[in-house]
């Protein structure tokens, strides 16, 4: 049983249902910073070098890596690794295991096919560690030219985000900001990654190695910098910020209560007077009473930018999440779909392979409430 598991932040090793399974069996976790695989830099590696191994071997249609696997996963465990000078077999074991020799055991074997299979097995596995080795040392050469010492930073510093990896509204990224911020320092969580204080509406976590930060510099001059937000307006005795601009409009299907049909909600994306854009947030229509002006502004700008339209016609639909109902029409057979965003429609006769997995789970789920109903 492992003491410590170092894994990425994917959904299948930070879930409660694994982070409660780590608390039981007393295993500490440790999960690496957003987009920096070099946290967990030996299993990238091993994982770099068994794919550079599979490229020299595996055939030009690439579909027999996985007869591959077992050879590449027995040579590198086999051969020493720089780190400890011994092969991960003798530190576990105790002792390399025997593998074919290197030439047969008598000069003239009886059967000439299983001479001829033992050479073949002993050059495969030779060829094997020879590929491994030259990976590492390939690899180890290119990091080592672009590496740099790594930026310090301190708790209240305050420091710009790298967009690469972050996935903002805006239609083109090759357009967008390559940074955003700036954000504060909140503290330094390892070696060389910091936690941020991010805007409370990003859904993303909010440590980052220091490789995709850099200082934020104040301006030179009085007139660039950035004047502070003003405070909120008390209106009927709640706080209002004021709308600097509408920047885009969203609506989504939201489900009713049992018996209740769903209804369209519409979002506005809000550029508050004051605030950089990291700040920008989707407020409900119905929230926005006092702000028809603002509203008006955007329809009319919406109305004369052709542009705009042509960029939401190109966005890519909502994945499908579930299938709620189904009636028959003549032949035909209609199924209900709702797709991430909320929003519902009437499919006839769906394809079967795009839609296999949620009318299974349809047609299971409306079995079993089936069997309910008719039970005394």
Same mark, same amino acid.
């Given at each position: 049983?492992?003491?410590?598991?170092? $894994?990425?932040?994917?959904?299948?090793?930070?879930?409660?249902?694994?982070?409660?399974?780590?608390?039981?069996?007393?295993?500490?976790?440790?999960?690496?910073?957003?987009?920096?695989?070099?946290?967990?830099?030996? +299993?990238?590696?091993?994982?770099?070098?068994?794919?550079?191994?599979?490229?020299?071997?595996?055939?030009?249609?690439?579909?027999?890596?996985?007869?591959?696997?077992?050879?590449?996963?027995?040579?590198?465990?086999?051969?020493?690794?720089?780190?400890?000078?011994?092969?991960?077999? @003798?530190?576990?074991?105790?002792?390399?295991?025997?593998?074919?020799?290197?030439?047969?055991? +008598?000069?003239?074997?009886?059967?000439?096919?299983?001479?001829?299979?033992?050479?073949? @097995?002993?050059?495969?596995?030779?060829? +094997?560690?020879?590929?491994?080795?030259?990976?590492?040392?390939?690899?180890?050469?290119?990091?080592?030219?672009?590496?740099?010492?790594?930026?310090?930073?301190?708790?209240?510093?305050?420091v710009w985000l790298d967009t690469t990896n972050l996935h903002l509204p805006r239609p083109k990224k090759k357009l967008d900001d390559k940074r955003v911020g700036p954000f504060l320092v909140l503290e330094k969580t390892g070696a060389s990654a910091y936690k941020l204080k991010l805007p409370p509406h990003w859904k993303i976590h909010p440590r980052f190695n220091e490789k995709l930060l850099s200082p934020f510099i104040p301006p030179s001059f009085p007139n660039?910098?950035?004047?502070?937000?003003?405070?909120?307006?008390?209106?009927?005795?709640?706080?209002?910020?004021?709308?600097?601009?509408?920047?885009?409009?969203?609506?989504?299907?939201?489900?009713?209560?049992?018996?209740?049909?769903?209804?369209?909600?519409?979002?506005?994306?809000?550029?508050? +007077?004051?605030?950089?854009?990291?700040?920008?947030?989707?407020?409900?229509?119905?929230?926005?009473?006092?702000?028809?002006?603002?509203?008006?502004?955007?329809?009319?700008?919406?109305?004369?930018?052709?542009?705009?339209?042509?960029?939401?016609?190109? =966005?890519?639909? $909502?994945?499908?999440?579930?299938?709620?109902?189904?009636?028959?029409?003549?032949?035909?057979?209609?199924?209900?779909?709702?797709?991430?965003?909320? =929003?519902?429609?009437?499919?006839?006769?769906?394809?079967?392979?795009?839609?296999?997995?949620?009318?299974?789970?349809?047609?299971?789920?409306?079995?079993?409430?089936?069997?309910?109903?008719?039970?005394?």
């Amino acid at each position: 049983m492992p003491q410590v598991v170092i $894994s990425d932040r994917g959904p299948q090793f930070v879930s409660a249902f694994m982070k409660e399974l780590y608390r039981m069996l007393d295993i500490t976790q440790n999960a690496s910073t957003a987009f920096h695989p070099q946290t967990d830099g030996q +299993t990238e590696r091993v994982n770099q070098e068994v794919e550079k191994y599979l490229r020299i071997f595996i055939n030009y249609h690439q579909n027999d890596w996985a007869d591959w696997l077992p050879l590449a996963e027995f040579a590198h465990n086999n051969r020493a690794h720089s780190a400890t000078g011994r092969s991960l077999f @003798m530190i576990l074991y105790g002792r390399n295991p025997c593998i074919l020799p290197d030439s047969p055991r +008598t000069p003239n074997a009886k059967i000439p096919a299983a001479s001829n299979f033992s050479k073949a @097995m002993a050059q495969v596995h030779k060829e +094997t560690e020879q590929a491994l080795e030259e990976a590492a040392g390939r690899m180890k050469a290119q990091y080592d030219k672009h590496k740099r010492p790594a930026k310090e930073y301190h708790v209240g510093d305050k420091v710009w985000l790298d967009t690469t990896n972050l996935h903002l509204p805006r239609p083109k990224k090759k357009l967008d900001d390559k940074r955003v911020g700036p954000f504060l320092v909140l503290e330094k969580t390892g070696a060389s990654a910091y936690k941020l204080k991010l805007p409370p509406h990003w859904k993303i976590h909010p440590r980052f190695n220091e490789k995709l930060l850099s200082p934020f510099i104040p301006p030179s001059f009085p007139n660039q910098e950035q004047p502070p937000p003003p405070p909120p307006e008390l209106i009927d005795g709640e706080e209002e910020w004021e709308i600097e601009e509408i920047l885009d409009l969203k609506t989504r299907k939201v489900r009713g209560k049992r018996g209740q049909p769903s209804t369209t909600v519409i979002d506005y994306l809000i550029k508050w +007077t004051g605030h950089t854009r990291e700040h920008n947030s989707w407020v409900m229509a119905s929230e926005m009473g006092n702000a028809q002006e603002a509203i008006a502004e955007y329809e009319e700008k919406m109305g004369s930018n052709e542009r705009v339209n042509v960029v939401k016609i190109a =966005t890519p639909r $909502s994945p499908l999440t579930m299938v709620l109902n189904h009636h028959f029409d003549g032949e035909d057979i209609l199924y209900l779909c709702q797709r991430e965003d909320g =929003t519902q429609k009437w499919v006839k006769n769906p394809d079967v392979t795009l839609f296999e997995n949620f009318l299974v789970e349809y047609w299971s789920n409306y079995e079993h409430h089936s069997l309910q109903k008719t039970r005394p």
